[in-house]
């Protein structure tokens, strides 16, 4: 099994920027971004009947949570007609 992929940085090494508390959790396998009933969290950024998946990551101090998304969705965004650089 491989190491979740949270985003550009490996979460364990992050502090919570709400509170600078250091329990945090993240999700072991990638879930889905949405879709069908759920809001489309990362649109354009999956495949034909797959939504993109991404990893959470919640404080146990505070409750922040946040959403990487994963490596493959990543990619997918810089020729994503749904998705604007800033």
């Not at 999700?27 to 939504?51: D, M, Q, V």
């Amino acid at each position: 099994m491989t190491a979740p992929d949270p985003g550009p940085a490996n979460p364990d090494h992050f502090t919570c920027p709400n509170c600078g508390g250091n329990d945090l959790f993240v999700t072991e396998k990638a879930i889905s971004s949405g879709g069908g009933y759920a809001p489309n969290l990362l649109p354009g950024l999956g495949r034909l009947f797959a939504t993109a998946r991404l990893h959470a990551v919640l404080c146990a101090d505070c409750g922040l949570h946040r959403q990487f998304a994963d490596a493959t969705a990543r990619e997918r965004v810089r020729s994503s007609g749904k998705w604007r650089r800033l």
